[in-house]
């Protein structure tokens, strides 16, 4: 009987893991959009990126990010996602090449995510969808 309890007793906690691990599953794949990066110390720029997630544990989500902006920036950088709520993933981004770090933000909802980035040098958002 007792082993029955602490069986059902862990039930909702194991019903919380699977839903937090499919969350980061629906992240899971290659998006795609554009937004704005106002920069410190300059004009409003369009941005182009492109994200790919991979699932590495029910919180952790692996990144890669290639955007591109007007003034023809490319950036390319690798990291890693946690996630914080439902749908919300946040994690740390800095470029030695660009001096340029802080903190990036994810919220996803359906197919469409939004992706906010606020630095050193200024912010961006970007609108992305699934491919």
Aim: charged share 15%; proline share 2%.
């Amino acid at each position: 009987m007792k082993t029955s309890l602490r069986l059902l007793a862990l039930a909702p906690l194991a019903l919380l893991l699977s839903i937090e691990g499919a969350a980061a599953e629906s992240l899971s794949g290659t998006w795609s959009g554009s937004g704005v990066a106002v920069p410190t110390d300059g004009a409003k720029e369009k941005v182009s990126c492109r994200i790919s997630y991979t699932p590495q544990s029910a919180k952790l989500v692996g990144v890669n990010v290639k955007c591109t902006s007007t003034s023809a920036k490319r950036i390319v950088q690798a990291g890693q996602l946690l996630q914080v709520g439902a749908n919300t993933y946040v994690g740390q981004f800095a470029s030695a090449k660009h001096a340029v770090s802080g903190r990036v933000t994810v919220t996803v909802s359906g197919s469409v995510q939004t992706v906010t980035f606020d630095s050193n040098k200024g912010h961006a958002s970007v609108t992305l969808k699934k491919l």
